[in-house]
């Protein structure tokens, strides 16, 4: 079964400053995708970015980019420029081409921002 | 606006009844999802719909029913058979079933049962 491992439960990062957060993942298959999402304290789950495994090039969305490392089934996030607004809870998230319902989820990294 | 709207927000029942937690979507999606939040733990998966009259369930099935009778409605029902049902849950639901469509998700239900 695939599941997905968040291993920082609270990162901190100074406003401006660039702050990772880590995710790796178990799975056999070869085709999948995955995803992060953030969770702010209106706990409205907000798609960040989302990485499709049979592509090298990693994502980027603004100040939003990831490092995707396949061999390794690593999945970090990095922030840049982080701003107060993005003070919340981030899920990595993994999505198997061949099941098509199920989006399996890590257990969450709550980033503080300070200013 | 499209979205998904889910209700109520909040939810209080005493133990040994059922309650139905409402999820309604105007995206025109084919597929739709429950999830369970609970602290520490990340969503985990109850049931999902790919299509209207089917479902399947996920990790965490037990204790818990749906129906789908519409692409745009999908009730999740926590049954008094769910051991500790208080938690938050969320809805979501994305287009084509196809595994690099996001899921959009609702603003969710925060469950209390005493």
């Known amino acids: 079964a695939q599941t997905v491992t968040q291993s920082q439960p609270e990162m901190s990062v100074q406003e401006a400053e660039t702050v990772t957060l880590s995710c790796t993942y178990d799975?056999?298959?070869?085709?999948?995708?995955l995803f992060w999402y953030k969770q702010p304290p209106s706990r409205q789950m907000i798609l960040v970015i989302r990485q499709e495994a049979y592509k090298q090039q990693n994502a980027t969305e603004n100040r939003f980019s990831v490092n995707f490392q396949k061999a390794a089934k690593s999945f970090s996030l990095k922030i840049s420029d982080s701003q107060l607004g993005d003070a919340a809870m981030y899920f990595c998230a993994y999505r198997s081409s061949s099941n098509t319902g199920k989006l399996i989820f890590g257990q969450g990294t709550t980033l503080q921002v300070k200013p | 606006d499209g979205g998904i709207t889910q209700s109520p927000k909040y939810l209080f029942r005493k133990e040994g009844q059922n309650v139905t937690l409402s999820c309604e979507q105007n995206l025109n999606h084919d597929a739709m999802y429950w999830y369970r939040q609970d602290p520490g733990q990340g969503l985990r998966l109850i049931y999902y719909s790919q299509i209207v009259n089917d479902f399947q369930k996920g990790d965490i099935a037990e204790g818990y029913s749906v129906s789908r009778e519409k692409k745009e409605s999908f009730p999740l029902t926590v049954t008094s058979a769910q051991k500790n049902p208080t938690a938050f849950y969320l809805c979501?639901?994305?287009?084509?079933?196809?595994?690099?469509?996001?899921?959009?998700f609702g603003n969710g239900t925060r469950l209390t049962v005493t």
């Open positions: 799975t056999s298959e070869s085709d999948y995708y």
């Open positions: 979501a639901s994305s287009g084509l079933a196809s595994p690099g469509s996001p899921l959009h």
